[in-house]
Nanobody
Framework: QVQLVESGGGLVQAGGSLRLSCAAS????????MGWFRQAPGKEREFVAT????????KYADSVKGRFTISRDNAKNTVYLQMNSLKPEDTAVYSC????????????????WGQGTQVTVSS
């Protein structure tokens, strides 16, 4: 089992940047692909980005491509989401999750989830 805790959320103005962190417990972190998802009030949770277990391969939603960067440091059991050029529509609760492959972006493909961290982008 993997336990995940997100941090780094906050309130920023449009055009600003934030870096989210997701700290994982256990010895098996490096065996999991990791993903970031987000959910705005009243909307479905959506895929944001995934990264392979080693960190070589990544995948992004079209809406964030070129603005967000997912990375990981397996020595620190941590995955990151660097968010630049933030837009009001990026406002959501961002959650990290552990899954089996960076190629799979569906919620059902991720077994363990954090509780999320709030990101609010003002106009």
């Amino acid at each position: 089992q993997v336990q995940l805790v997100e941090s780094g959320g906050g309130l920023v103005q449009a055009g600003g940047s934030l870096r989210l962190s997701c700290a994982a417990s256990g010895r098996t972190f490096s065996s999991y692909a990791m993903g970031w998802f987000r959910q705005a009030p009243g909307k479905e949770r959506e895929f944001v980005a995934t990264i392979s277990s080693i960190g070589i391969n990544t995948k992004y939603a079209d809406s964030v491509k070129g603005r967000f960067t997912i990375s990981r440091d397996n020595a620190k059991n941590t995955v990151y989401l660097q968010m630049n050029s933030l837009k009001p529509e990026d406002t959501a609760v961002y959650s990290c999750a552990a899954g089996r492959s960076y190629l799979y972006t569906g919620q059902a493909d991720f077994s363990f989830w954090g509780q999320g961290t709030q990101v609010t982008v003002s106009s």
